[in-house]
């Protein structure tokens, strides 16, 4: 079996549109710990979300030991600042006027881990730059985003209303929904060909 260690519902999505039969179990992992470790040790967003993608996969596979597990992050970082997901519509306000102007990057991590052994991890980037927008035009688009806003680093979703806000965008578009799709359905033909099979 096939299992998705997140419970977003984009990489859901992203996984059941692939035709991709498979279970979903959070993991539970403290994150902001596992990013304090890495910077800690002089890593980067990039290794920060690459370490709580296999954070997460493990913490899954250890109580799922026989199947294969995605585990999946992302950091947003503007130069060597990381921003999270907003706790309130008043931080998405303040997050957005911060990358107003501004190009930050996407780091998405993904990684398969089996019986607990690290099989295969990826990492892919995309540069997005938000156009001078005004503060009538933020307001509209979180006005018609709604709550789920609150969900997503950054305050935007490149897939919804916020796409208004960016002037450009360079780089894969799975990775910017927070799954680097294509590398990760070439490395399930490699490993586990059987999980891409249609199932009754």
């Known amino acids: 079996m096939l299992i998705l260690a997140s419970a977003s519902a984009t990489r859901k999505a992203l996984l059941a549109k692939a035709g991709l039969r498979f279970a979903t179990h959070v ?5 902001r710990a596992l990013e304090s470790e890495a910077l800690a040790a002089g890593g980067d967003a990039r290794d920060v979300a690459l370490l709580l993608a296999r954070h997460k996969a493990a913490a899954v596979s250890a109580h799922h030991p026989a199947d294969v597990v995605i585990g999946a992050d992302q950091t947003l970082s503007l130069g060597p600042e990381l921003l999270h997901k907003p706790g309130s519509r008043a931080e998405a306000i303040a997050q957005l006027d911060h990358l107003r102007g501004k190009t930050h990057r996407l780091h998405a991590a993904v990684t398969l881990v089996r019986d607990g052994v690290l099989l295969w991890s990826d990492m892919q980037t995309a540069e ?8 009538a035009e933020r307001d509209q688009v979180l006005e018609l985003e709604g709550n789920d806003i609150l ?5 935007y979703r490149l897939e919804g209303p916020s796409i208004r806000l960016f002037e450009t965008v360079t780089g894969d578009y799975f990775t910017i ?12 033909r490699d490993i586990a060909p059987e999980l891409l099979e249609p199932q009754d």
Do not use: I
């Open 27 to 31: 993991a539970n992992v403290y994150e």
């Open 128 to 135: 997005l730059t938000m156009r001078e927008f005004s503060a």
């Open 151 to 155: 969900g997503s680093v950054g305050s």
């Open 177 to 188: 929904l927070g799954l680097p799709l294509l590398p990760l359905l070439a490395a399930l």
